[in-house]
């Protein structure tokens, strides 16, 4: 599969086959996070990888998040705020970290959800994550137990223009 087709095809999984990520998948993909881009070249960007069953289900309880406790991994994205480089900069460099695991997990048939919705402060918590690092998002993983489905997305002509707005 091309890079544009992965790209294209891509959705979020939320139901997951009981199939473990082997370790060599499982590297690949935060590898393909370690090299993303970032400002100055800082990455600052931590990732934990959360293969627990127990960690998992505690993570489980938000609103939105019941299916973490079935992905075969889930992965923590923290971004470094205890400098002058903040947040913003940081949690965008994250970000792309994080994207790169996405779309690497895909291309190599494993399914992902971005989780941006959860209780910053119970991750925080549980996971013993320094008060001078933050959680962007968690990345689900695993082999997805239905074909994605596909979502209506907006034409080009609403959300690109040339030269103005």
């Not at 689900?140 to 002509?157: D, F, N, V």
């Amino acid at each position: 599969m091309s890079f544009v087709d992965v790209v294209l095809s891509r959705r979020s999984i939320r139901r997951y086959t009981t199939q473990r990520l082997p370790s060599d998948v499982l590297e690949t993909i935060l590898e393909a996070g370690r090299q993303a881009p970032s400002a100055g070249n800082k990455q600052p960007w931590r990732f934990i990888v959360l293969t627990d069953a127990a960690l998992k289900e505690q993570l489980s309880q938000g609103r939105w998040n019941t299916f973490v406790k079935d992905s075969a991994v889930t992965i923590v994205g923290c971004s470094f705020v205890g400098d002058d480089y903040g947040w913003k900069w940081s949690s965008i460099d994250t970000t792309i970290a994080l994207q790169n695991m996405v779309l690497a997990a895909w291309a190599l048939g494993v399914g992902s959800c971005w989780i941006g919705d959860f209780q910053a402060s119970e991750v925080q918590r549980l996971l013993k994550i320094p008060d001078e690092w933050r959680v962007v998002a968690l990345i689900t993983l695993g082999y997805p137990a239905e074909p994605p489905g596909s979502r209506p997305k907006k034409a080009l002509e609403e959300i690109v223009s040339y030269n103005a707005f």
